[in-house]
């Protein structure tokens, strides 16, 4: 029997497997090269039209816009600290602009923290508690938070 064919298929298969594996490289490098020292700088701001939301996020974000002091004193623990650059809660609803980041009409977290906020500041408790309330539901504040409210 010839070992010819069979070296052929064998290298064949190499050469499959070589551009494969160039490929993946290509994929995990990307395909534009290199970044430039300001790719990661900052990423643009998502907003949202609360007319797309539904009405109890709306009131989420004109609850957070009417106590914006106290949620800057409340740690936000859905990671958007380090995702999206958030200090506190209050910047999950508004941007440095003004304008209503889209991030807290999608986070749970961020809605559960709101209502556990909103609730305890109806009821009368000052803020400070509502914020030790909630770093003992959730712990330590995350990295980005200091007891300033911001970084």
Not at 19 to 26: D, P, Q, S
Not at 85 to 111: E, F, K, M, P, Q
Not at 138 to 143: A, E, F, L
Request: glycine share 10%; proline share 5%; aromatic share 6%.
């Amino acid at each position: 029997m010839n070992a010819r064919p069979w070296a052929k298929v064998v290298a064949f298969e190499l050469a499959v497997l070589a551009l494969i594996g160039l490929g993946i490289v290509g994929l995990i490098r990307g395909a534009g090269g290199a970044d430039t020292p300001d790719a990661m700088a900052a990423a643009p701001v998502a907003t949202v039209d609360l007319s797309a939301v539904t009405e109890a996020i709306a009131a989420d974000y004109h609850y957070a816009a009417d106590h914006l002091t106290d949620f800057a004193q409340i740690p936000c623990y859905c990671g958007c600290d380090r995702s999206l650059g958030h200090r506190n809660l209050a910047d999950c609803y508004i941007t440095a602009t003004g304008a209503w980041d889209a991030h807290a009409s999608g986070c749970a977290v961020c809605g559960n923290e709101t209502a556990t906020a909103r609730e305890q500041l109806a009821a009368g408790v000052s803020i400070a508690d509502v914020r030790t309330s909630i770093i003992a539901q959730y712990g330590p504040p995350p990295s980005l938070f200091s007891s300033g409210g911001s970084s």
